[in-house]
């Protein structure tokens, strides 16, 4: 397991929000109209990559992109996965030298190739998630997929957004860092103090 320690205040006290995932495969997603700035992936990946992770990233453009292209010149190729909707999108993918492969069936429409997100989803233990459209501030369809799924799935999410997500009774948002990006933490609640929030492992 890997732990994270979240620093939250509350009132005029301070304390530590501890809890921890399984040293899977970090999902990077987000809005298809999005650039991530190059440094911002490769710190994101070095800090995770030192703490033992592998990575999952979808065929789309934008964010995908981004982080395709980082970890295409980062020393962890070979704990990528991409998941494309579409054959078409591996032979396009090849040149990155990461291992690609279709997770959607054959013959879906576009409109259901969205599943593909639901299957990098499942198999992630976390998600980095970069949601708003840089034209009109808002959640893209499949950011709203992706955040909703892995919340349904008790995996934890940090989100790199202008405004925090909704509270709710069903897990913590919590302003904080992730290797240098700001952003915030949205935890389903663990089952003990520091610990996983899902047992299923």
């Not at 205040?9 to 990077?28: D, E, I, M, P, W």
């Not at 997770?103 to 198999?123: F, H, I, N, Q």
């Not at 933490?185 to 003990?192: A, D, E, L, N």
């Amino acid at each position: 397991m890997v732990s994270f320690s979240v620093p939250v205040k509350h009132g005029g006290s301070r304390f530590q929000f501890r809890f921890a995932v399984q040293k899977l495969g970090v999902l990077f997603a987000g809005s298809r109209h999005q650039d991530v700035p190059q440094s911002m992936c490769k710190a994101l990946i070095q800090g995770l990559a030192g703490d033992g992770f592998s990575f999952w990233v979808g065929c789309a453009n934008g964010v995908d992109r981004s982080f395709r292209k980082s970890l295409s010149e980062s020393a962890y190729t070979d704990r990528v996965i991409v998941g494309c909707a579409f054959r078409g999108r591996v032979k396009a993918l090849s040149n990155y030298g990461l291992s690609a492969s279709v997770v959607v069936p054959e013959g879906l429409s576009p409109k259901a190739a969205l599943r593909r997100t639901l299957y990098l989803v499942k198999r992630s233990c976390m998600v980095v998630l970069f949601p708003e459209d840089p034209y009109t501030g808002q959640w893209g369809r499949g950011s709203r997929l992706v955040f909703r799924a892995a919340l349904d799935q008790l995996k934890p999410v940090f989100v790199i957004c202008s405004s925090s997500p909704k509270e709710s009774d069903h897990y913590r948002v919590i302003g904080s860092c992730l290797y240098g990006a700001e952003g915030f933490w949205v935890v389903p609640h663990t089952i003990s103090d520091g610990g996983l929030c899902d047992e299923e492992f």
